[in-house]
């Protein structure tokens, strides 16, 4: 089994600013853990410190039970994939992927015998001798990954490693991460702020703001029951209808907001009298009436997906609200500028305070 | 004769716009080409008239009065044992700054990109300001520095007068290329294992390669045309621009030209070797 990674209480202060915030998350060995945000919110801070590139102002990082904290990148065992991928220009690939068994004074047969090994790996079998310029973007991403898994990591740690592909090559790479992962049962820390990226290949992701953690959990959890406000908007698409919270009973959260009194299970932590917001995935409302909330609209256009159809409405207000409604259920297809009423049940909605 | 007519006539009643057009057009080329052609002769004229005079019998360097073509010069030339030395002193000379000023530039350079806010300005400022002091000051103040710890002109100090500036050319060349260096690559060696000093030889040194090695030609130039800084520390040694200004003195005769023609064979006969090189090193991986 790999090595597990814990982070306590970690605090990062660059000069004036605070990267990150009394952050806490243990990984387990082996796991995929993905770690998502927009870009500033100090994910890759969180990185380097896993890394050891920078020693943390507070708290403590454990790798495999261990206090790493204080110590330097090659005292720990782990190997980082760069945003850029850093791979160097001027060396063969081979070179490239061997470059940590060198510096460990590994003799250069040996070396060239591992290269190949990992060149077939990475399945780019007979490349050994080319320059890294010469490879596709693709196969720049496998060769960076190969050089880091050439020195046997304990943990595997990626810097938004996709982020320079096309979609296409970047959702074929997921797979390929994501089976590779699976076949080293090496730990992955994955840095992304692109959210499908996070929710297809995570075992657990940590979803992180303006330096702070936001949740920790399965991507089904995460967009079920996102813990925030913040990840609510960002995991997904959602409808937001904001408000003051009436009362809570039953685990349930009455919110008065500008389309009447909506229902949905109350957040945690959840008071009478806060100011909050109603949250329902679009999958989530539908044309049906019986509904316990409901919300008078006028349907604006309908896009057809194939199995659901986008149903893009406004409320009375002026608001935009999404109803995503399957193809079987679509019955009576609204006409563009109809009124239309919008429902939603109160177990489906989610009432989450403002942060 | 016809042909040349022709052609500006072909020109005009291609243009739609007609003859005028076709002169306003044409006048800013013109100008442009008198130009260039004005450039180069302020550029090679008196390299093309020192060529000449070498190969002129006349005991000064000098094209008029033509007295009449030899290459007697040439052999005149092979036969100064006295320049002969003080070209040896040169090229000499010149390695050894390149030896000194090559470390030392590069290292002020490696030093100066760590650095950050009013601190690199002020190394920076300390470090060119050799180039800006002029070339007497820099000799004499080597002088009389020495001289405190009783050491005179001569050989060593000629070395030591000429990197203390030449260091700062081959600081600001790698600097240049320093600038470029995607930092990530040292992090990623870094992570990977490597030590300082690897990260120096396999992936820093590679990189400042070219930079280096046009800093090692440059800091040898700058040493062996250099004049005004070494008259003053050179003590009784006599390289080649100090042995050609004696010369003037004592009496030039066309073998200096023999000598200037020398070295401007050599170095374009090293500048097209090094472009041809270059060419088909690029076209290689291609």
Redesign the interface.
């Known amino acids: 089994m790999s090595h597990s990674v814990d982070l306590i209480d970690i605090e990062m202060i660059f000069g004036q600013v605070r990267a990150v915030e009394k952050f806490s998350a243990s990984v387990e060995g082996g796991e995929f853990f993905s770690i998502l945000g927009p870009s500033g919110c100090g994910k890759t801070t969180v990185l380097r410190l896993v890394a050891g590139f920078i020693q943390p102002t507070a708290g403590r990082v454990l790798i495999g039970g261990k206090d790493v904290t204080g110590s330097g990148p090659h005292q720990r065992p782990t190997s980082m994939i760069f945003q850029s991928l850093a791979l160097f220009p001027l060396m063969p690939v081979w070179e490239n992927i061997v470059f940590g068994l060198e510096v460990r004074g590994i003799p250069k047969a040996e070396r060239r015998k591992r290269a190949e090994e990992l060149l077939d790996l990475i399945a780019l079998p007979g490349f050994g001798d080319r320059m890294i310029h010469e490879l596709s973007g693709g196969q720049k991403q496998r060769v960076a990954i190969a050089r880091a898994l050439a020195v046997e990591p304990q943990v595997l740690l990626l810097d938004e490693p996709l982020s320079a592909l096309d979609l296409k090559l970047r959702q074929h790479m997921r797979a390929e991460l994501r089976a590779l992962q699976k076949r080293t049962g090496v730990t992955f820390i994955y840095i992304t702020h692109d959210q499908s990226e996070a929710l297809a290949m995570s075992d657990r992701v940590a979803v992180m703001s303006a330096g702070k953690l936001q949740q920790i959990a399965t991507p089904r959890e995460l967009y079920a029951n996102p813990a925030t406000s913040f990840v609510a908007r960002f995991v997904g698409e959602t409808n937001e209808f904001p408000g003051r919270v009436r009362g809570v009973s039953d685990g349930i959260a009455a919110v008065e907001t500008r389309h009447g009194l909506l229902k949905g299970r109350a957040g945690p932590g959840l008071r009478a009298g806060d100011q909050a917001a109603v949250y329902v995935r679009p999958e989530a409302v539908s044309l049906e009436t019986e509904n316990d909330n409901r919300i008078e609209a006028e349907a604006e256009r309908l896009e057809f997906e194939g199995a659901v159809a986008i149903l893009h409405a406004k409320a009375q207000d002026g608001q935009a609200v999404l109803a995503a409604i399957a193809h079987r259920g679509l019955g009576q297809a609204p006409v563009s500028g109809g009124a239309i009423k919008l429902s939603f049940t109160p177990a489906e909605a989610l009432v989450l305070a403002n942060v | 004769m016809t042909m040349a007519l022709e052609a500006p006539v072909a020109a005009r009643l291609n243009t739609p716009k007609g003859g005028l057009a076709t002169i306003a057009e044409l006048l800013p080329r013109i100008i442009f080409a008198i130009y260039m052609i004005l450039f180069f002769t302020y550029l090679f004229l008196p390299l093309a008239v020192m060529t000449a005079a070498t190969f002129n019998t006349s005991k000064f360097p000098t094209v008029t009065p033509w007295l009449g073509t030899t290459l007697q010069w040439f052999d005149a030339l092979w036969a100064d044992q006295a320049m002969w030395m003080a070209l040896r002193l040169s090229v000499l000379i010149g390695t050894c700054v390149i030896a000194i000023a090559l470390p030392i530039g590069t290292a002020a350079a490696l030093f100066l990109t760590s650095l950050e806010g009013r601190a690199r300005t002020f190394f920076y400022a300390v470090m060119v300001s050799p180039l800006l002091t002029p070339g007497v000051a820099i000799g004499i103040a080597t002088l009389i520095l020495w001289r405190q710890a009783g050491v005179g002109g001569g050989l060593w100090l000629i070395i030591l007068a000429q990197s203390s500036f030449i260091a700062a050319y081959v600081m600001l060349m790698v600097i240049a290329r320093l600038q470029r260096f995607?930092r990530?690559?040292e992090?990623?060696?870094?992570?990977?294992?490597?030590?300082r000093w690897?990260v120096f030889r396999?992936?820093l040194l590679?990189?400042l390669k070219p930079s280096l090695l046009a800093a090692m030609l440059i800091a040898f130039l700058q040493s062996f045309e250099n004049y005004n800084t070494t008259l003053f520390v050179r003590g009784t040694e006599t390289p080649l621009t100090v042995f050609i200004a004696t010369k003037v003195r004592t009496g030039l005769t066309p073998a200096v030209n023999a000598l200037g023609l020398i070295l401007i064979v050599l170095t374009i006969v090293a500048a097209v070797a090094l472009e041809l090189s270059k060419r088909s090193r690029a076209a290689k991986?291609a």
């Open positions: 995607d990530t690559l992090e990623a060696a870094i992570g990977l294992g490597a030590s690897m396999r992936i590679p990189y991986p």
